[in-house]
T-cell receptor
Framework: EAGVTQSPTHLIKTRGQQATLRCSPI?????VYWYQQALGLGLQFLLW???????NRGNFPPRFSGRQFPNYSSELNVNALELEDSALYLC????????????FGPGTRLTVT | GQNIDQPTEMTATEGAIVQINCTYQ??????LFWYQQHAGEAPTFLSY????GLEEKGRFSSFLSRSKGYSYLLLKELQMKDSASYLC???????????FGSGTRLSIRP
């Protein structure tokens, strides 16, 4: 069974640009979570999608947004990139709305110059 | 507010036992997780506690006391490959939002 996949592995953007990160959950999982892990910091919850709807979001500005598609894959968009957005962005999926176990993808390393 | 505290770094000897503590303050409680994260890799799930007591899974055990807002992860028969960061995370009143601690970086010496 394939795990959570994310693309691209690495992404380099300049300040002010937009970045799009993609995630495919484990087959059968309907919930997708996005986290930001800046260097030396812990995981920060960004967004949660389930059944195509945004269920909750962390303390991030509106320029962080996303969506979930009918096949449960998800996209994270970051507009007006700032230098401090440089981080590892991790996607995780779980079987249902109760996050008993979250399975993480390998992450996308975003570098903003 | 919501807060999760765990030690920043710990060192232990191969073959020994180590206990990593985690204390939390959250609005509501819907479960506590432990994850292992090797440098440069994604976290992997270790355990989930929702009731008080000890959950054992091979060399790893996790304990929870909800009244004390306290958990620990116990690693036995340490191996060099156990060198990693261990993340404590709590699901609060909103089950959708899991709050992570900053992680404990565990170094194993021969």
């Amino acid at each position: 069974e394939a795990g959570v996949t994310q693309s691209p592995t690495h992404l380099i953007k300049t300040r002010g640009q937009q970045a799009t990160l993609r995630c495919s959950p484990i087959s059968g999982h309907t919930s997708v979570y996005w986290y930001q892990q800046a260097l030396g910091l812990g995981l920060q919850f960004l967004l949660w999608y389930d059944e195509g709807e945004e269920r909750n979001r962390g303390n991030f500005p509106p320029r962080f947004s996303g969506r979930q598609f009918p096949n449960y894959s998800s996209e994270l968009n970051v507009n007006a990139l700032e230098l401090e957005d440089s981080a590892l962005y991790l996607c995780a999926s779980s079987l249902d709305v109760q996050p008993r176990e979250q399975y993480f993808g390998p992450g996308t390393r975003l570098t903003v110059t | 507010g919501q807060n999760i505290d765990q030690p920043t770094e710990m060192t232990a000897t191969e073959g020994a036992i180590v206990q990593i503590n985690c204390t939390y303050q959250t609005s509501g409680f819907n479960g506590l997780f432990w994850y292992q994260q090797h440098a440069g890799e994604a976290p992997t799930f270790l355990s989930y506690n929702v009731l008080d007591g000890l959950e054992e899974k091979g060399r790893f055990s996790s304990f929870l006391s909800r009244s004390k807002g306290y958990s620990y992860l116990l690693l036995k028969e340490l191996q060099m490959k156990d060198s990693a960061s261990y993340l404590c995370a709590v699901s609060g009143s909103s089950a959708s939002k899991i709050i992570f601690g900053s992680g404990t970086r565990l170094s194993i010496r021969p």
